[in-house]
């Protein structure tokens, strides 16, 4: 089908691999967030703080400067996995939550609402791939902003600190990675759904953050008034809270505003929360619409 | 004499003999038009939702390009929709090319292709960045799926427009990227729903030329589904007319052209008994659908004159001659009739 020839023509050629579908649909998606240049900047942002604690680490360890600037260094607290959860992992989490909260919403809908269904799933891709293809972006971007980041601020500080310090806080790396994994799918799975249960990306952002924060003083109000931690099961903050107090390992008397919930609770309502989203999203993407 | 005469001179010719002769702007002659594969086969195929949808659907057809006909709410959309694994059947089967669309359903998707009937775009994109896309979904390579999409672009006629919004595009143009999107990858079968709607007759026109274009390139086999007569007879070789959820009627344009079955209808005055005869000594078939009223199919061999003399031999007046043929719509109206 040469351009000089304006004539139709068959293709016979080779064709990709049907896993590559999937990353057709990541790569369109990464690229489209990238049109936007607010979320260029604040994408640019995310990464300030890790830069600023890879400082911080530096002069921690760099007793002549500290002695220059006469700080008394018997007052510096120790850095470990308290230092970690609450400088880096934290505010990281609540850089994931706005940067999902700005994307998610955006990834699903407009494909439902201008029906570009039925030309996704007519070919060879189905509803799983799309998701994922879409799923991938946020990890991709939240693991960027989120444990990424933290691996080289970990082996800084074990480098610096020496003495076994890497070794002995080797589970920081893991909690890193499993924190922000369960943080970035659970979210990302509840902003698809609801975008495609609502399919207005600022409507479905409102009720995003509303979901969120209504569930959290919902289960707060719950558990005021029956006591126990059965409230804390709506409220994810609380369940992510206790799932990173766990694995950095954290002594709760540290943090002692931390929700008192079981880990396997904590585990199973991010489980519960993921499948639900997933499964509105497999009743609402679909090819065409019934009309009864 | 003067009275044939002036019979000839109010002669109402539809369509002369020589045009109706002549081989229509949709045949697609030059490629071989039958496969020994079924392109589409439904057997006892039936879809219900909250009611029945498609109520057991046989047909086995094998055309270059395959029209489903009928009036809104028939059940075209809903077969196009099935074809395409959308829909669940609820019981019996299809297959598309020989391959069971339940079993092979992933294979099937990997060579058809869809335009939908309804606006269906990617908000945000470039024409040819969403052609490239679909392209890619469809398993091309970045590279050759950039290639196809400026070409698919020139192709429809949208060359000028590419780089711009698709979300900009008028309602024609936005017909021809659904167009471009389907055809981009080069697909074995070509879904069309509704292609025309929506669009002037200048732009509905290209449309229909395209379509015609397609089949005859013989790459690609074309489904269409539409309620608009002209639309499937100018392009489809194959009908199935549709009537709530069933097969109403099963139509082969093609070799309906092919035998060429035109009918003469004649209107007379005077003998009217004598003149039926005579036809049929001429070898004709004749039926009489109506007073004062003869069809008549005129086999090989037997030209007007001869009818003129025979009517001169008899006394009889020809007041009326019309070549007609069984159109699409004559088709359509009966099978609508029917119950």
Known sequence: ?292 | MTEISSSVDNLSVEDSPEEAQQPPENTAAKKPTKLRVPVLELDRLSVTFDRPILDNLNAKMYGNCIGLLGPNGAGKTTLLNTLLGFNRRTTGRASILGHDLTIENHFVRGMVSYMPERDSFISGMSGVRFVRMMAELSGLSSKVALERAHEVFFYVGLGEARYRNVESFSLGMKQLVKLAQAIVHGPRILFLDEPTNGLDPPARARMLQLIREIRDSGDTQIIIASHLLQDIESCCDEVLVLKDGKVAKYCNLEEERRSNKQFLLIQIRGDEQGFVEGLRKLGCEVALPNRRRIKAIIPQGVEIQHLYALAESLSVQIRNLDYKRDSLEDIFLRAMEED
Not at chain 1, 86 to 112: C, E, H, K, R, W
């Open chain 1, 1 to 292: 089908m040469a351009i000089f020839q304006k004539a139709y023509q068959g293709y016979s050629g080779p064709l990709t691999k049907p896993m590559d579908r999937t990353f057709v649909i990541f790569r369109y998606a990464l690229a489209d967030v990238f049109q936007s240049r607010l979320f260029s900047a604040f994408f640019a942002v995310c990464f300030l703080l890790p830069i600023l604690l890879m400082c911080f680490i530096y002069v921690f360890y760099n007793l002549e400067f500290l002695v220059q600037m006469e700080v008394d260094i018997e007052e510096l607290t120790e850095i470990d996995g308290s230092f970690f959860l609450l400088t880096m992992q934290y505010p990281q989490n609540f850089m994931l939550f706005v940067m999902i909260m700005a994307l998610g919403p955006a990834m699903i809908s407009p494909d439902i609402r201008n029906n570009a269904m039925p030309l996704f799933l007519s070919r060879p891709i189905n509803k799983p791939g799309y998701i994922l293809g879409k799923l991938l972006v946020l990890l991709f971007l939240g693991s960027l902003v989120s444990w990424v980041p933290a691996l080289p601020l970990f082996f800084w500080q074990g480098y610096l600190a020496g003495g076994g310090w890497l070794g002995d806080n080797l589970h920081l790396i893991f909690a890193s990675i499993v924190t922000s994994f369960i943080w970035i799918v659970s979210l990302s799975l509840l902003s698809f759904a609801v975008s495609a249960w609502v399919q207005w990306k600022a409507v479905a952002r409102l009720v995003f953050f509303g979901i969120l924060f209504f569930g959290s003083a919902f289960g707060g109000v719950v558990t005021e008034i029956f006591g126990g931690s059965g409230g804390h099961m709506v409220n994810i903050f609380a369940g992510i809270e206790v799932i990173m107090r766990d694995l950095y390992r954290v002594d709760s008397n540290l943090l002692d505003w931390l929700a008192d919930m079981k880990v396997s609770y904590a585990l199973l309502q991010f489980f519960l929360l993921s499948m639900i989203s997933l499964l509105v999203l497999t009743r609402r993407i679909r090819a065409f619409q019934v009309v009864s």
